[in-house]
């Protein structure tokens, strides 16, 4: 599956491509679990020998989030994609999720539909 990018794509070296094709299969696609801590307003104080005090803020819990993240690759055209050339550039595709039910999702899906926000004129190549 891929897509082709109608819009007008800049490069880093200032040329311009049109009619672009892209793709995420052929790269990794990542899913990590983040654990962040949720603090209470109560700090503990610890007094060191020297009579330093550190001051510790209480953790309570935890919350839990999930980031789906993959990339882009964009070539000039299908055919180098399939021929192997060199590609133009890569794009950073990130989704963050509070909860497991995305991942009943295809997350390839997810991350196209995602990726496809960021230009006006796309058409699924599948």
Known sequence: MGIIIGDTIQL???LTVQNSYGCIGNVSVVLNK???PIY???VDEVTDENGTITET????GYTETYQLSGRGVIW???EKRTN???NLKYENIIINYNDTTFLSSNLYTL???????NFTTVT???
């Open 12 to 14: 880093n070296n200032g």
């Open 57 to 60: 803020p209480e953790i309570t």
């Open 111 to 117: 991350l196209y539909s995602k990726w496809k926000e």
């Open 34 to 36: 983040v654990r962040t």
């Open 40 to 42: 209470s307003e109560r």
């Open 124 to 126: 699924d190549d599948i």
């Open 84 to 86: 192997n050339s060199a």
């Open 76 to 78: 000039v055209n299908k």
